[in-house]
């Protein structure tokens, strides 16, 4: 009895005595501020489908930690999946830089859909976020024209938050590309 009190008095130490790490999440959201308004569908362009690399579509940020190694951050995650929050980011982006509202492909009119693939999202070793990603048009069936877009973000500050913020700039990048090759299309 004499030993097993001092036991568990340093076992009831050892567990108050350690630490718990909280869980950081990221909403991937514009930094505009929207207002109440009707809502203008674009004549012209849908968005169809958006489609995540898989090992990118999980909770944990990604960090490449060698040559085509990633790991995925235990915690600092998305506060929502990512090939949801993408494929919203990426249609508001877009409807912003086009000035007029793209809707999903199956609620919308418009003759040509833009079709997406983001294939590498994540922080590198050297302090950077890297975004891979194609895209298409489609016009009756049939692709019109495809693009590759890829783009590095130098992180402001060491950390998961700087991270986030890059990832943000990057995907904000590439929908203003979007919009750019779209307005000059004949």
Not at 31 to 52: A, K
Request: hydrophobic share 40%; glycine share 6%; proline share 5%.
């Amino acid at each position: 009895m004499k030993i097993a009190a001092p036991l568990l008095l340093l076992t009831l130490l050892v567990g108050c005595s350690s630490t718990t790490i909280d869980t950081q999440y990221y909403l991937l959201r514009q930094q505009h501020v929207f207002e109440s308004r009707e809502l203008t569908p674009s004549p012209d362009f849908s968005l169809g489908s958006v489609d995540i690399a898989s090992y990118i579509d999980q909770p944990g940020l990604m960090l490449e930690v060698g040559n085509g190694q990633v790991r995925p951050a235990q915690y600092h995650q998305w506060a929502e999946p990512l090939h949801n929050s993408v494929r919203v980011f990426l249609q508001r982006e877009i409807s912003l830089q086009l000035g007029t509202d793209v809707f999903p492909a199956a609620y919308s009119p418009a003759s040509t859909s833009i079709e997406i693939r983001v294939d590498q999202l994540h922080g590198t070793s050297d302090g950077k976020a890297l975004l891979l990603a194609y895209w298409w048009t489609i016009q009756d069936g049939e692709i019109q024209s495809i693009f590759q877009y890829t783009e590095t973000e130098t992180l402001t500050a060491d950390g998961y938050a700087a991270l986030a913020n890059a990832e943000e700039v990057l995907l904000s990048g590439f929908a203003k590309s979007i919009a750019d090759t779209l307005q000059a299309m004949p």
